[in-house]
C-alpha cells in the first residue's frame, strides 16, 4: 500500500501539472463518448424508424423481386404461399403489391410506385386506416414529400395510368385522402398508397402481393416456396455500413485527442523522473528495488487517468445528460439531405459498455505511456542519481 500512498501524495503534491494533465485527458474522455453515443443514437433512431414503418419483424420477398431493379416489377408478384396466408390471416404479416405507374398532377408526368396495403393492417405504422375512408372512387395516400414534389393536398384528385398483368395500360382518378408526415423516405418519396384489394383489382393480380411484411419479434418461417426471407440484419445493412463507416471516419478524431493527451503525460512523466534522481537514486540506495520505483513512477501515471475520469465527470455527465434529454438539432429536414430516416434532433444513446469501454481505453494507454519512459530507472545506477545525473 505504501506505493499508492505515495503516488497519490505526489501527484496531489503537483499541483496545476496534475489538474492541467486531467483536464487535457478529460476531453479525451468525454469527446469519445459523447460522439460514439451520437453514433448510437442515430443507429437506434433510425433502425427503430424503419422497423416501425417498412420492415417490421423481416419480410419475404416473391422470386425475382429486387428493389434497385424497377424493371423486376412488371413479374414481381404471386398469390402468398400456404405458410405466409396462414400469417397473414393471423394478423401476423401484412402483403404490399407494387406497380409502376404514372401520375399526372397539374398537367406534368410522374413516375410513382403503386403500393397496396390492407386499409386494416396494425404492423406498420403507415396510417393506412386513411385508405378505409367511404365516398372516394380509389382513396390515396401519399407522403409530405410526395406531396410536394407533385403539389398535392388532401381531398385533391389526380389521375393515375398503369399497366396491368395483362400488358394492357389504363387510367383512373385517385383521391388524395390523408398527407402523411414520416421522417423514413423510403415509403414516402415517388411513392401512393392504396388499398391492396383495388390495387389487385386494378393490376389484374387476384390475391397477389410483392412482398409480405411480418410482425415485429417474430420467427421467420422454415423455407417458403417461390418467396426469400429478408432478415433485418439484410434490410438494415446499409444504415449499418453508414455508421460503420462514420465511426471510422471519428476513431482518426479519437486518435488525434488520445495521441495528444498520452503526449502531454509522457512529457510530464520524462520531466519528472529528471527532476527527481535524487529521489530515486536515494530510494535504491534505501533498499527499494528498482521494480518498486518503476512501479511508484507507473503508478503515478496511471492516476492521470483516474484524476482524468474524475475531471470528465464533473463536467461531462452534466452536458452528456443535456444532449441526451434535448437532442443534437441538425436543422430541419436534413435527414432528406442524407436520404435516410433521420428526425431534425438526435438524440445520443450512452451505454455502460460504451462508458466503460472507453474508460478502460484511456486508463490502459495511459498506463503504458507512463510505463515507457520509467523503464530507464532499471538502468540507473543510484551513486550517479545521488549525484544528479542519469546514465
Known amino acids: 500500500m505504501i506505493i499508492p500512498k505515495l503516488a497519490i501524495r505526489n501527484m496531489l503534491g503537483a499541483g496545476a501539472k496534475t489538474w492541467l ?3 487535457v485527458l478529460s476531453m479525451a ?4 463518448i459523447w460522439a460514439q453515443g451520437l453514433y448510437n443514437g442515430f443507429d437506434a433512431e433510425v433502425s427503430r424508424t424503419m422497423i416501425d414503418a417498412e420492415y417490421g419483424g423481416g ?13 423486376t416489377l412488371q413479374d414481381a408478384h404471386a398469390v402468398p404461399a400456404a405458410p405466409l396466408q396462414i400469417r397473414i390471416d393471423a394478423g401476423k404479416a401484412t402483403p404490399i403489391l407494387i406497380v409502376q ?21 396494425s404492423l406498420l405504422s403507415i396510417p393506412t386506416g386513411a385508405l378505409g375512408t367511404s365516398g372516394a372512387d380509389i382513396p390515396a395516400l401519399v407522403g409530405s414529400r410526395m406531396a410536394k414534389t407533385g403539389g398535392l393536398a388532401a381531398r385533391d384528385t389526380v389521375t393515375v395510368r398503369w399497366r396491368d398483368a395483362r400488358g394492357a395500360f ?3 382518378d385517385l383521391q388524395i385522402v ?4 414520416t421522417i423514413a423516405q423510403s415509403i414516402d418519396e415517388g411513392q401512393v398508397w392504396l388499398p391492396i384489394a383495388t390495387l389487385r383489382e386494378m393490376a389484374a393480380m387476384p390475391g397477389q402481393a410483392t412482398i409480405v411484411v411480418t410482425a415485429k419479434d417474430s420467427a421467420p418461417t422454415a423455407a ?7 432478415s433485418l440484419g ?11 463507416g462514420k465511426t471510422v471516419g471519428a476513431s482518426v478524431l479519437y486518435a488525434i485527442l488520445l495521441f495528444l493527451a498520452a503526449l502531454a503525460i509522457l512529457n510530464t512523466q520524462l520531466l519528472s523522473i529528471w527532476r527527481r534522481r535524487k529521489e530515486i537514486g536515494t530510494m535504491m540506495a534505501l533498499g527499494v528495488t528498482r521494480g518498486r520505483v518503476i512501479g511508484l513512477f507507473t503508478f503515478e501515471g496511471a492516476l492521470n487517468g483516474v484524476f482524468a475520469a474524475i475531471v470528465g465527470a464533473l463536467w461531462g455527465i452534466p452536458l452528456l445528460a443535456y444532449f441526451a434529454v434535448h437532442g443534437l438539432s441538425f436543422g430541419a429536414n436534413q435527414g432528406d439531405s442524407f436520404g435516410i430516416a433521420m428526425s431534425d434532433k438526435m438524440y445520443p444513446a450512452y451505454s455502460a459498455a460504451l462508458v466503460l469501454g472507453t474508460t478502460v481505453l484511456v486508463f490502459l494507454i495511459t498506463t503504458i505511456i507512463s510505463y515507457l519512459p520509467a523503464r530507464k530507472i532499471g538502468k540507473l545506477n543510484p551513486t550517479d542519481a545521488l549525484q544528479g545525473r542519469m546514465t
Open 234 to 244: 439484410v434490410l438494415l445493412k446499409d444504415i449499418m455500413d453508414i455508421v460503420k
Open 170 to 172: 389504363d387510367a383512373r
Open 178 to 181: 390523408e398527407v402523411m408526415k
Open 224 to 230: 417458403v416456396p417461390g418467396w426469400s426471407f429478408q
Open 29 to 32: 474522455y468525454v469527446t469519445i
Open 101 to 121: 405507374g404514372t401520375i399526372y398532377p397539374g398537367g406534368r408526368i410522374l413516375p410513382i410506385l403503386l403500393k397496396g396495403i390492407e386499409p386494416g393492417q
Open 21 to 23: 494533465n486531467a483536464a
Open 59 to 71: 419480410q419475404y420477398w416473391v422470386e425475382g423481386y429486387d428493389p434497385y431493379d424497377p424493371f
